[in-house]
């Protein structure tokens, strides 16, 4: 069974800690924005898709918690100008991720119409509200399934030496599955597609510093789905291309471009090239709602910055002499000397000229006879 990161019903929502995996699997109730907020500042729940997933939906239970306790304005402006408030405050949290601000937008336009609505009320601009976070929880998961599918089609067709009974070795960083998205995974959920249908020789995932998201996440989620799989340090890469023979690298993205520049995890960029060097493929799996129109190119990408602590810092539970991991007592270790600068840029960009395709739910979108990606055509 597939790992659930989020837990939802009308009023409630749970999200899986992250930052305590892969040690203990705990659940934490959200109840309001300012939770969603916190949860998603605070990477207890980190991935485009999931931070815009469960942003909408915190803010949800909180109109249903204010509506159940008759805290709710009856005038349907004031709920809007509540709701419009409140979306701008959570897409504050992560700014390169454009799922949030896209999400953002678009329940901005619901809440509008809703008010503007004949016979409007607070409880219907918060019920249409409601219904739209609700629906980008289902959809997520089925443009997963379907970026899985198609990602998988196109590395059978693409390959060099991909046959009848052949199998790819594939290579991934950061988290790009369930626990990055509400389920099923983009990248991952491409390394899924091709675990199912018998094509899969092993995934690699690089530990993915400083936050180490592929050692705690994406080989938890592999280990979890018994998937054929080896972690390796983000410095082991080259030597990986060297002496194995990787068919592709599948990432995921927190924004595209519009001309197909990718903001993604810091150290993407890095195997790109070290993909084109090695002649192996190099794909993005993203839904279209990561995909930005409005941002010309790589250049216009804002990059956040995250405290130098990360850095120069591990945590983890403490392991016992023989080798037990001891849960109830967690340790922070200190890994480099007082004083020192720290630059921790959370994503690097990766040019649209290193990627071989950009695999959405709606299919695989390569470049055309020009050199370029269209991005555009997606939307027509």
Not at 33 to 61: C, E, F, N, T, Y
Not at 189 to 204: C, I, K, P
Not at 255 to 282: C, E, W
Not at 292 to 320: C, F, H, N, Q, Y
Request: charged share 25%; net charge negative; with cysteine.
């Amino acid at each position: 069974m597939v790992l659930q990161a989020i837990k939802y019903s009308r009023g409630e929502l749970q999200i899986l800690d992250q930052t305590k995996l892969p040690h203990q699997e705990e659940y934490d109730p959200l109840r309001s924005s300012d939770d969603g907020w916190h949860a998603i500042k605070d990477m207890q729940v980190r991935g485009a898709p999931a931070i815009a997933i469960v942003a909408a939906l915190a803010l949800a239970v909180e109109l249903e918690t204010m509506h159940a306790s008759e805290t709710l304005p009856e005038i349907a402006e004031e709920v809007k100008a509540f709701v419009h408030e409140k979306l701008d405050y959570l897409v504050t949290s992560r700014p390169t991720a454009v799922n949030l601000a896209d999400a953002a937008r678009k329940l901005k336009k619901i809440v509008d119409i809703a008010a503007d609505g004949e016979g409007a009320t607070g409880e219907k601009v918060k019920r249409s509200y409601t219904q739209a976070a609700e629906k980008m929880l289902v959809d997520d998961v089925k443009d997963n399934e379907s970026i899985g599918r198609h990602g998988a089609e196109w590395l059978a067709k693409n390959c060099v030496g991909m046959g009848e009974n052949t199998s790819l070795s594939i290579l991934t960083h950061c988290n790009t599955g369930s626990l990055a998205t509400a389920g099923y995974g983009t990248a991952l959920g491409v390394v899924r597609s091709l675990r199912a249908n018998g094509t899969l020789r092993r995934a690699f995932c690089t530990e993915t510093r400083p936050y180490n998201q592929g050692s705690r996440l994406t080989a938890y989620e592999l280990v979890h789905d018994k998937i054929p799989a080896t972690l390796i340090t983000d410095s082991m890469a080259a030597a990986l291309f060297q002496q194995r023979d990787i068919a592709a690298v599948i990432v995921g993205a927190d924004r595209v471009a519009a001309n197909g520049d990718t903001a993604n995890k810091i150290g993407t960029y890095a195997l790109s090239i070290l993909a084109r060097h090695h002649g192996t493929k190099f794909l993005v799996a993203a839904p279209r709602t990561t995909i930005d129109l409005a941002t010309a190119s790589g250049r216009d990408i804002i990059i956040e910055l995250r405290p130098g602590e990360e850095v120069k810092r591990v945590s983890g539970p403490r392991v016992s002499g023989k080798s037990e991991i001891d849960t109830d007592h967690w340790e922070t270790v200190s890994t480099a000397p007082r004083g020192i600068r720290v630059w921790n840029p959370s994503f690097d960009v990766t040019p649209a000229e290193l990627i071989d395709g950009i695999v959405t739910e709606v299919g695989v979108i390569e470049k055309e006879s020009d050199g370029f990606f269209h991005l555009d055509r997606l939307f027509n």
